[in-house]
């Protein structure tokens, strides 16, 4: 382990873990400080039944290594969060790269030492890091957000999260389980939780729009021709709004594993008769209304979606009541992250479960045995949130990062984050994010995200160091025209939509600025300004 390395990253994900090849190739020393007990992070952390990723894995995977693309089998199309972490760990070994890693090390300090011209980072533990460089590979959603309920500690028994999921298995053979939401990871657990408990018991704020996952098994021809195709494919996915490549296998003769949400339709909602629109959600299914353009950006179009959508629920719960409870009503289609599901609306047909409409009821405490809303008592071995995360920022927060004279980044960002480009913060000099917030981010497929990230830090400290000069932070027009073009281009979407209450805008936090952090733009958009930058010697930086 290098003692003083060029570069310190925080965060041993997949933006870390290729962040020790890429900087390792350019002739860097690195050193990765992780706070869990092996790579994989996001996929590391959130081991709870059913956790799946939402886009199709021979695009959710590096690019970077044909041997690699060459050598693993994905065994399903959207892949388990045990496939993802075993692949992560094989890339780990396969290159090395734990060599450069410390685990079980949480940095609660990252501050810019001006007179010694260092980062110097502090753990959890004391221990004390310093290098001319360092880059926050912390993540998008990986701190977990647990709500403060009244009488939350009175409760006696076993307390998860969704996104802190022990290591060893949890047996909840005839437990009384309880959840608390139902976003993405709560729609993923619920139907396994429903199938191990005696009983389980879904508190939910906000109903859901989620769909069918595609549950197909990686068929060995499919496999072979993206293996076969992957240079184009990886070219396809730089083209491409969020970094899929949309690339139709077996010669294009079946329908390519869409993600769910890929708006490749031209036809509007608003473009078919009432009619049309029920033969074409018989014929593909509800998230059929996804791929409906004019749905993201017309309020009428969006309601005739969300009418329908309510429509598709109606028929899948048996129980009037709880399919009226399931059915979202306040904010449409397309404002959130598109969840998708397994036997998610199927579950509420199930005797042992129980929906309780925490908008109707609130909680009003925790008890020593279970929840009390304000109409019953529902007697609990088991409680589970599935709360969600403190996004985008939470994790740079938390590492309490202090910039030249000690200018805290909890106060640059009162009133919401501010970055040139997602890549860097003025005040902040050669500190980098990976993923940060004003770039793409979670709105492109991560690992093409990531990659881009590293790829351009490791260049631009290269061009740094052949150019004789230490320093890069960006100008603060820079900062605040790019801001504001995020801002401007989200605008007028679904996303943005006043009643839109998601955690892309930090709405699901309380006492967050509420501001849209990714960029909606598009990746190939943001890639070309990033290399912009680098070709014309980073005009939108102060370096020296
Ligand atoms: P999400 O999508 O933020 O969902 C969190 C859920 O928890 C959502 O249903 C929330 O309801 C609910 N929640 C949060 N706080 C409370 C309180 N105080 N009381 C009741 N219910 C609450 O997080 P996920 O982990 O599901 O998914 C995050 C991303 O991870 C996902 O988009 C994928 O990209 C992977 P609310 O809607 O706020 O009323």
């Excluded at 061009?463 to 000069?469: A, G, I, N, V, Y």
Aim: aromatic share 10%; with cysteine; hydrophobic share 35%.
């Amino acid at each position: 382990m290098n003692d003083r390395p060029d570069v310190l990253v925080v965060g041993a994900g997949f933006a870390g873990m290729y962040a020790v090849h890429r900087f390792r190739e350019l002739g860097l020393t690195v050193r990765v400080l992780e706070a869990g007990g092996d790579v994989g992070g996001t996929w590391y952390w959130n081991r709870y039944p059913g956790s799946r990723c939402d886009v199709p894995s021979l695009e959710y995977s590096y690019g970077f290594s044909p041997e690699l693309e060459r050598e693993w089998d994905w065994p399903e199309v959207f892949s388990s969060q045990e496939d993802i972490l075993a692949y992560a760990n094989h890339v780990a070994d396969r290159f090395d790269l734990r060599r450069d890693m410390q685990f079980d090390t949480r940095i609660v300090s990252v501050n810019y030492q001006e007179d010694e011209d260092v980062w110097r980072l502090t753990s959890e533990a004391g221990e004390v890091f310093e290098a001319p460089f360092c880059v926050m590979a912390t993540g998008c959603l990986s701190v977990p957000n647990t709500p403060r309920l009244p009488g939350a500690d009175a409760f006696d028994g076993l307390v998860l999260h969704t996104g802190l999921w022990p290591h060893e298995p949890v047996d909840l053979t005839g437990k009384r389980v309880g959840i608390i939401g139902t976003g993405s990871s709560g729609v993923q657990v619920i139907p396994e939780l429903a199938r191990q408990a005696g009983h389980l018991c879904v508190f939910q704020r906000t109903p859901v729009y989620t769909v069918p996952a595609n549950r197909k098994a990686m068929r060995a021809d499919v496999q072979q021709e993206f293996r076969e195709n992957y240079r184009s494919i990886r070219e396809m996915q730089q083209r491409n709004m969020g970094g899929v490549s949309g690339y139709r296998p077996l010669r294009g003769a079946r329908a390519a594993p869409s993600v769910p949400g890929e708006r490749a339709s031209r036809t509007g909602i608003l473009d078919l008769d009432a009619e049309q629109r029920r033969a074409i959600i018989a014929e593909r299914g509800v998230e059929t209304l996804l791929n409906f353009p004019d749905v993201y950006t017309d309020p009428e179009a969006n309601e005739v979606a969300n009418a329908l959508y309510r429509d598709a629920v109606r028929e899948a719960v048996r129980d009037p009541e709880t399919a009226q409870k399931l059915m979202p009503k306040d904010y449409g289609l397309g404002c959130k992250r598109q969840v998708l599901d397994r036997d998610f609306f199927e579950t509420f047909n199930r005797d042992d479960v129980t929906l309780v409409d925490l908008r109707r009821t609130p909680i009003e405490t925790l008890t020593s045995d279970g929840v009390m809303t304000s109409d019953a008592h529902y007697d609990l071995d088991v409680l589970v949130y599935a709360t969600g995360f403190d996004a985008m920022t939470g994790a740079l927060m938390r590492a309490n990062v202090r910039g030249r004279n000690g200018q805290a980044l909890a106060d640059k960002w009162r009133y919401g984050p501010v970055a040139y480009l997602g890549l860097q913060m003025r005040g902040f000099p050669n500190l980098f994010t990976v993923t940060g917030p004003g770039s793409p981010s979670v709105l492109c497929n991560m690992l093409v995200a990531i990659e881009q990230h590293v790829n351009w830090i490791g260049d631009c400290i290269i061009w740094l160091r052949e150019t004789s000069r230490t320093h890069i932070e960006p100008l603060a027009d820079s900062e605040t025209e790019w801001a504001a073009h995020v801002n401007e281009v989200a605008e007028g979407t679904m996303y943005t939509a006043p009643s839109c209450n998601s955690w892309y805008l930090g709405a699901n936090i309380p006492g967050k600025a509420r501001l849209f952090m990714p960029y909606v733009g598009g990746y190939p958009r943001y890639r070309e300004r990033c290399e912009r930058e680098t070709a014309s010697g980073y005009p939108g930086f102060e370096t020296g």
